[in-house]
């Protein structure tokens, strides 16, 4: 059974956005595009909430193609281009992106199904309100976070409405020479 990870940068204080969707505050460089490419270049499958979707494909469609590419735009774009991707979303019907399908119904059988698929994990990029409602469904096998040295003191946070303890297993940590430290936990 594949396993459903949210990946997503966080503030010291639970943030993953700032009150309006800034993320300004996130740190990257090459060393964390290299630790998070080596992981996703062994997955195929990417999910997105609406919002999140949109930003990616007005970007990484074309980015590898652009004079000033950078080597992660290169190797992420081509990655992306090829990736699954799935699209939670009430209110989009459908897309022209390539691979892509949209899920805006019967959420957790079409889900439950594709994680019943022979392959590697899923990874829900970003996507803070697609990550709520899953989260509530018990439906994210793990979350793989990228704990940014700052506190936002408001904002757009990691965990809403959350109803139930839910006990995690840590499976790894990396830390980073600009500050930002990777935490990989497993739902138990």
Partial sequence: MRKLFSFMHISLDGFVAGPKGEMDWIK???????????????????????????????????????????????????????????????????????????????????????????????????SPTATHSLHQLNMIDGYWLFLNPVILGTGIPLFKNIQNKTTLKLLSTHQFSNGVVELNYLNT
């Fill in 28 to 126: 990257v460089d090459q060393e964390i595009f290299d630790f998070v490419e080596n992981r996703i270049s062994a997955g195929d499958t990417a999910m997105y909430g609406r919002k999140t979707f949109e930003m990616m494909e007005a970007y990484w469609p074309t980015a590898a193609d652009q004079p000033n590419a950078s080597k992660h735009d290169r190797v992420h774009s081509k990655w992306y281009m090829n990736a699954h991707k799935i699209v939670l979303s009430k209110s989009m019907k459908s897309t022209t992106a390539k691979n892509a399908k949209i899920i805006s119904e019967n959420l957790v059988e079409n889900i439950k199904a594709i994680k019943q698929e022979q392959g590697p994990e899923i990874l829900l990029f970003g």
